[in-house]
């Protein structure tokens, strides 16, 4: 049934709807086709590097098989990592409270 497949451009997120229809109103036929092409190699790239970053996360998995490493060995690092960034941002903020005591007292 003809009109139940739209052509017109969708605003993205944040876009002037108005905005949006001058300005495709203003483009030449030209433009517009050489948008459209454009519209397309990107989006084929953006499937492109899907498929790359899928083939990679694969390989990693399988590198982590391999090499014994598992879901739980990654969840404990991530823990230490943590708790490490906290302690040394912990440690941080009171040492440059201690440098703004001493500044303030200094002046």
Do not use: F, M
Not at 14 to 38: C, F, H, N
Not at 69 to 80: D, R
């Amino acid at each position: 049934q003809p009109g139940l497949l739209r052509t017109d451009p969708v605003p993205e997120e944040g876009e002037d709807v108005a905005a949006t229809i001058s300005a495709t109103e203003t483009l030449s036929e030209e433009e517009q086709e050489e948008l459209r092409r454009e519209l397309a190699k990107v989006e084929e790239e953006i499937q492109t590097l899907s498929q790359v970053l899928a083939a990679k996360e694969k390989h990693l998995a399988e590198i982590k098989r391999k090499l014994g490493i598992n879901s739980l060995q990654e969840l404990k690092q991530n823990i230490a990592k943590g708790w490490q960034d906290v302690t040394a941002t912990s440690a941080r903020s009171k040492l440059l409270a201690a440098e703004t005591e001493l500044l303030c007292l200094l002046y």
